[in-house]
């Protein structure tokens, strides 16, 4: 199928863009556009011309979803073609030209009934996918199946795909594992089967422990009341002997309170204040009369300062006059400079106007430099003679250019008569593709004949291990054997019925164990005499009943009236007389008392033996129904072996059991397996023999001197040996009729330049005349004479205007003197003649040092003012302090209630010791609240109250030794109480045992979901490799060698080939290049480049592949030559020129470059080149409608 016209009718930012890849029918067809010109916009349409629009699109930014259009005419390879358009819906979105709809299969059947994945991954290629799959192979560890089926399907991460399906199996399960989800659940299943089976014991006996464990935690909870009264009464205890001392302390500190109730409590501070206040009045005085001492000699100093105060006034002036003292010596000093250099610069400009033959005159009056010569001239020159260099330049290089491309015309006829003629080998290249096509026929006719001597010995040593069954060699997969699901049923009813019948035995011989255990028991309790029951005691009782009617009717002559109807038994006994009556009735009642005496006596062993025997009878009842069980269950396994017979009779085959069978059936299915394929084998090596007798013979035909009996292998040998030389001759032809071609252009554009130079140089000539002319030389000056007088001028003119600016600084350095010595002369209120040969700078130099030394002076006599108004400031603060101290110190006397300051002292010493009390009372009192737990001071004291410590440490060790021996019979409980626990947990099975019944059934949910995900990862993960492995067994041959020629190419020969015979780490084929050295080189060695590059020839080899068996399908390409170099893009281009023979090819892209190497790269005729930005020019702007 290809693409005759694709149309955009209302489609992103296109209405009626057509692009037409009709013509020529066979090329390679390049959709160019810049950034924004929609290249990817066509891209999309491509896919939504074939699959539809997608439902949430982003082409329409200008037309509406409801309006978007696609066209497209389409054509098979039988010559059929399809006209339709595309429109954006759910339903019926495809039409004719006449707008009606048009069934999705007609369009399917052109495109091969491919789906729009398969459609984007296998037949199209973009540059993302490009790097992903040369990633692949990095990932895949270049194993040879993944690459090769990634490659064939256009898949990216088949490694990470297969390694993600397998840690999933082995996340769930793996056959050793604990802790894995599986594994857990199994374990989980299999302990609560255990415990299931195990938790079964009698009620009686759990009732039994449940009345001894309530006693017990009867007891323990009296003893915890215990526990709880005494630890009340040992903390009060506690509390009484922590609390008796601080209680005693207590006392004694309100006692001595209570001593010095009158004395006077004084601040904290009251005695350091009174030390402060009498130290200040101690240090006052001597300081007063130190202070007065030093003002009387700060005012002498200050009246022997004289200061200038006019000099001062002028403060400014004069700081401003230092400043400029300085810059006027510096001025001084570089006029003098200045004079030397302007001597120096006069000597030059004279020297220079004699090499000018110019009159000096002129230049030493000070002109304008500009005079000497305009810059205008100046650069108008200099631009000349550059120029004149570069048209120089030109011409010998155009010459030279010239001179070259007619050797190289002459080099290029030359080599087009050594060419041979062309030849026309289309016979011979088409049997060699048919030839080709078959891979290698003689390998695979070795590896046949090997594979079917192989399967034939697998089948005869297989055969010999089934022999005892009987069936004959001839019919192997041909037999009518029971199915599997039959044999699987027939082992579950056999195996079950087998099961059955084991636990009847099981049962059995548990109750015939019981039962003789029973029999020993009852022995037992036997063994100390006949036990009397209650039947003989009933039958005692009846007997002295029976004597008590005969002694009635001695003494009274005739039998009582019947008052119960069970007086009807004592009618029997025969008649008695006299002392033989009394005898016989007192010999019954002593039996029927010792009866019931024993009776009494021996009641456990009457109870004991009565549930013996009850059990005994169940027992016995229980084997005899389990009998019947087993016999019936007998007949039917009979009835069952019969039917398992009955089914294999069919087949001939002698059956053993249904799992032995179930082993028998997989070994003859694989027999039956491996004969299919042995015949198969044998068939196909039969088709590749005559395949390959068929080719050599047309081959023969085709090529001289040649002959069938050489083999097919020489035979395609020789043929592509001379397809190729034939091809190369070709594009040497071709290549030389380019170069021809280029080497004339290239000769032509050289005289065109060669001549337009030489009138350059003309024009040059006439403009350099007027040059030379304005500039004062004479026209036949040389430009190299011309430059060296400009050098000169243009250093005249820098002299010149050196020595003006000079000049102008001497000038300013004049005027900047004279204002300088008017300034000090008036700051120094001196006439303008009083300088009498003194230098003005002596002058203000005096000047400035007067100064200096007045604000020095004006400095210290402003310091002693400060210092004096200080020190007064000082003897003021010193009567003030100690007159406060003074008062400082009748306030406290008067506060201590003392006569004098002397007394104040021990005042303080009585304040300080009531306040030390006081501290004390507190600190005992916060300690007896904590000791009190929540009760007052007053109820402690008063529960303390008559308690001595030996009393309350007696009392207390009594109670610690009553909580002591409490606990220890609390623990010997808790651990009876535990080992009780113990033993009704291992009773109390019933519902333990349904709980853990309940937990089996949840785990057994969850091993079947936990099964049915493990299978399905394991069986994709199986698949998968199968399917790999299949593909690789199939295609590795041709693909690898087509690769391998196309990788050379797409590599410009940095690597000769592609190899897949050698194994990795894990034993499967790997990928590797083969550098033209032979050295091997692993996917993982390769640049990012190359191994796109790889990729990409997997792709184009796996795509031939394809095309050999099926339609053709357009492969679609955007702009996967991003990365590559220009002459590993021209290879690539010339591939998709050859595949394009073969298949459509469209390639689309954003880069220019790529249009000028396909040109070079593709023979003409065989490209077509469609540039979407003149095409969106020409489509007509349709409006939205509305």
């Known amino acids: 199928m290809k693409i005759l016209s694709l149309e955009l009718l209302r489609w992103g930012p296109f209405s009626d863009l057509h692009l037409d890849f009709s013509s020529p029918p066979r090329a390679l067809h390049l959709v160019v556009g810049s950034n924004e010109a929609g290249k990817s916009t066509t891209l999309r349409a491509v896919t939504g011309l074939f699959f539809g629009i997608p439902e949430r699109t982003t082409d329409d930014h200008r037309h509406k979803k409801d309006d978007l259009r696609l066209g497209g005419r389409i054509a098979s390879e039988d010559g059929a073609e399809l006209v339709f358009v595309r429109r954006k819906g759910r339903k019926n979105t495809l039409k004719d030209a006449q707008g009606e709809s048009i069934d999705e299969e007609r369009l399917r059947r052109f495109v091969g009934n491919i789906e729009q994945s398969q459609f984007e991954t296998m037949f199209g290629l973009s540059h993302d996918r490009l790097v992903q799959g040369g990633r692949a192979l990095v990932q895949g560890k270049g194993d040879l199946g993944e690459s090769l089926f990634g490659a064939g399907l256009g898949q990216t991460g088949l490694s990470s795909i297969l390694n993600k399906l397998k840690q999933r199996a082995d996340d769930i399960f793996v056959p050793r594992g604990r802790v894995k989800k599986l594994n857990h659940v199994i374990e989980n299943w299999k302990a609560a089967r255990k415990i299931q089976q195990e938790t079964s014991q009698s009620i009686r006996a759990w009732e039994e422990f449940n009345k001894e464990r309530s006693a017990l935690e009867q007891r323990r909870t009296a003893l915890v009341t215990e526990l709880d009264t005494l630890g009340r009464e040992q903390r009060r205890l506690s509390r009484v002997k922590r609390a008796l001392r601080p209680i005693a302390e207590r ?138 260099v570069e048209v120089d330049a030109r011409i010998r290089e155009a010459t030279k250019t010239c001179h070259v491309a007619e050797e190289r015309l002459a080099a290029e006829r030359h080599r087009g008569e050594a060419l041979p003629a062309a030849v026309s080998l289309d016979r011979l290249a088409m049997a060699l593709e048919a030839a080709r096509r078959e891979g290698d026929l003689d390998k695979r006719i070795r590896e046949r004949a090997k594979e079917a001597d192989q399967l034939g010995s697998r089948v005869r040593a297989r055969y010999a291990s089934l022999e005892l069954y009987g069936f004959p060699f001839d019919r192997i997969g041909t037999l009518p054997m029971p199915s599997r699901e039959t044999i699987e049923r027939f082992e579950r009813e056999l195996t079950s019925t087998d099961d059955e019948l084991r636990n009847i035995d099981r049962v059995l ?64 006994p025969p008649v008695m007389y006299g002392i033989e009556a009394l005898s016989e009735y007192e010999a019954a009642v002593r039996r029927a008392d010792d009866i019931a005496d024993r009776l009494f006596r021996e009641a456990d062993r009457v109870a004991r033996i009565a549930e013996l025997s009850l059990q005994k009878n169940v027992l016995e009842r229980e084997m005899a129904e389990l009998e019947r069980s087993r016999t019936a269950l007998c007949q039917k396994r009979e009835d069952a072996w019969s039917r398992w017979l009955d089914a294999w009779k069919p087949s001939g085959v002698k059956p053993l059991s249904p799992a032995e069978m179930k082993d028998f059936l997989g070994v003859y299915d694989r027999l039956a397996d491996e004969a299919f394929r042995w015949r198969e084998t044998e068939m196909a090596l039969e ?188 003897l003021s603060d010193i009567g003030l302090r100690r007159r406060a101290a003074e008062s400082e110190i009748e306030s406290l006397r008067m506060a201590a209630r003392v006569n004098s300051a002397a007394d104040l002292p021990m005042a303080e010493e009585r304040s300080k010791e009531v306040r030390d ?210 002459a590993r893009s021209r290879a690539s281009l010339e591939v998709l020129g050859e595949l394009s023979r073969r298949t459509q090819v469209l390639f689309f892209t954003h880069h220019a470059r790529v249009a000028e190497l396909a040109r070079d790269a593709v023979p003409s005729g065989g490209l077509c080149l469609h540039d979407l930005d003149e095409l969106s020019k020409t489509a007509r702007v349709r409006p939205t409608e509305s």
């Open 687 to 874: 088709a590749d023999r005559n395949r390959a007798t068929d080719h050599a013979e047309a081959l023969a035909s085709l090529l001289a001197d040649a002959a069938p009996s050489e083999g097919l292998a020489r035979l395609i040998e020789r043929a592509a040996a001379a397809c190729e030389r034939e091809e190369r001759a070709q594009k040497e032809r071709e290549a030389h009729a380019r170069d021809m071609q280029r080497a004339v252009s290239v000769l032509e554009e050289a005289r065109r330049v060669l001549e337009r130079e030489k009138g350059e140089l003309l024009h040059w000539a006439s403009v350099w005349e007027k040059a030379l002319v304005d500039m004062g030389l004479p026209i036949e000056t040389g430009h190299a004479e011309a430059e060296e007088v400009l050098g000169v001028l243009s250093e005249l003119g820098k002299r010149v205007q050196d020595a003006q600016d000079k000049r102008r600084r001497l000038s300013n350095i004049e005027r900047e003197a004279q204002a300088f010595t008017e300034r000090t002369l008036e700051i120094a209120q001196l006439p303008k003649d009083a300088l009498n040969g003194t230098a003005i700078e002596q002058i203000a130099a005096a000047v400035v040092d007067d100064f200096r030394a007045a604000e020095r002076d004006d400095v210290a006599r402003r310091g002693l003012l400060g210092q004096l108004e200080d020190k007064r400031r000082e």
């Open 917 to 1126: 009390l006081r501290s004390r009372l507190e600190t005992v009192e916060r300690q007896l609240l904590d000791f009190g737990e929540g009760i007052g001071i007053d109820a402690l004291v008063l529960e303390c109250h008559g308690l001595s410590g030996d009393d309350v440490a007696e009392a207390l060790k009594l109670v610690q030794e009553r909580i002591a021996a409490t606990n220890e019979n609390k623990a010997t409980i808790e651990q009876e109480m535990g080992r009780l626990a113990e033993r009704l947990a291992s009773v109390d099975g019933s519902a333990r045992a349904a709980e853990a019944a309940e937990e089996a059934e949840q785990h057994l949910a969850a091993m079947a979901v936990l099964v049915e995900e493990y299978a399905r990862a394991k069986l994709a993960h199986r698949l998968l490799e199968d399917e790999i492995k299949q593909y690789r067994e199939k295609n590795q041959g041709p693909i690898i060698r087509r690769a391998s020629e196309l990788f050379e190419r797409l590599t410009l020969g940095s690597f000769v080939g592609v190899r897949g015979d050698n194994e990795g780490d894990e034993g499967k084929p790997i990928l590797e290049c083969v550098r033209p050295g032979g050295v091997h080189v692993t996917v993982d060695g390769l640049s990012d480049g190359t191994r796109d590059q790889l990729f990409f020839a997997l792709r184009i080899a796996s795509l031939e592949r394809y095309f050999e068996h099926n339609e053709p399908i357009p492969f679609i390409l955007d702009d996967i030559l991003v990365n590559f170099d220009d």
């Open 251 to 388: 006392g004694e500190i309100l006692a001595a309170l209570e001593l010095r109730r009158d004395d006077v409590v004084l601040p904290d501070s009251a005695a350091e204040d009174r030390r402060a206040a009498e130290k200040v009045i101690r240090e006052a005085h001597p300081r007063q009369e130190q202070l007065e001492a030093e003002i009387a000699e700060i005012e002498a100093k200050v009246a022997s300062l004289s200061v200038p105060e006019k000099l001062l006034d002028k403060a400014t002036s004069v700081r401003q006059l230092a400043e400029d003292l300085g810059s006027y010596r510096k001025a001084m000093a570089e006029a003098a400079q200045l004079n030397t250099a302007m001597r120096h610069i006069e000597d030059e400009i004279r020297t220079m106007c004699k090499r000018l033959r110019r009159d000096e005159a002129e230049f030493m009056r000070g002109n304008d430099a500009g005079a000497v010569l305009p810059v205008a001239l100046e650069k108008r020159v200099r631009g000349l003679i550059k120029q004149r």
């Open 509 to 572: 011989n548990e109750r015939q164990r019981s039962l003789a255990k029973m029999a020993g028991d009852i022995a037992v309790a036997t063994r100390g005499g006949e036990v009397p029951t209650a039947s003989d005691l009933e039958a005692a009782r009846t007997a002295r009943n029976a004597a008590w009617v005969a002694v009635r009717r001695v003494l009274f002559g005739q039998a009582p009236a019947e008052s119960h109807e069970s007086v009807a038994a004592f009618r029997a």
